[in-house]
């Protein structure tokens, strides 16, 4: 999965400078700020889209069923045992794909890192925690932040992840990502309302 052109406009509209009205990647009608997305199956990135478009080329509309609307939903889970899904990282997003694969994201000051983690694995995770059996592919996925003694488990919509990887992108410094990123990634999690 490419978040860059949904990680590009995010990383411009959280800059230090006036930001670029958005505008639907569809028919190019202004959006407000907040909007919907549309996940494109075929260049594997989010599309902003306005109300109308949403609607008209989600799911079997006439996109040709290649676009498919990211959901709204937050739902704040117990903790999750990540561990066992062989990521090394404590602040990542797990994605289930529609042909069973699943892939873990971490955000880098370059971006999202990617790895794809055992099926199995993550099976036996979702015996724990059913709730993870709901996430919707391609569209959803389970954010973790076990950094610094958070303790944040979600599920979140796509767009959501790629606002976080932004956030750590815009606000990294050095090697090591100074004293401004990891604050900023709190105040992300705090920010995180659960909706259904």
């Known amino acids: 999965m490419s978040p860059e052109g949904a990680l590009a406009r995010l990383i411009r509209s959280s800059a230090d400078r006036p930001a ?13 700020e907040e909007h919907a997305h549309l996940y494109d199956t075929v260049e594997a990135e989010l599309r902003c889209a306005c109300g109308p478009c949403s609607v008209l080329f989600a799911g079997d509309g006439a996109g040709g ?6 959901p709204r939903r937050r ?23 529609t042909d069973g694969t699943i892939t873990a994201q971490g955000p880098s000051p370059a971006g999202a890192m990617r790895w794809e983690v ?30 610094r003694g958070q303790d944040h488990h979600w599920i979140v919509p796509l767009d959501d992840c790629f606002r976080m990887v932004a956030v750590v992108r815009r606000e990294w410094r050095g090697l090591s990502g100074g004293g401004r990123v990891w604050p900023a990634v709190e105040e992300f999690f705090a920010g995180l309302t659960e909706r259904r």
């Open 20 to 32: 670029e009205a958005e505008a639907c990647e569809l028919c190019a009608a202004p959006v407000p």
């Open 118 to 147: 055992d099926a199995a694995a993550w099976r036996q995770a979702g015996e724990r925690c059913p709730e993870l059996a709901t996430v919707e592919p391609e569209v959803e996925a389970l954010l973790v932040n076990t950094v």
């Open 65 to 70: 069923g290649h676009f498919r609307l990211v």
């Open 75 to 97: 739902v704040r889970l117990r903790r999750v045992d990540t561990q066992t899904l062989g990521v090394p990282v404590g602040l990542v997003f797990f994605v289930p794909h």
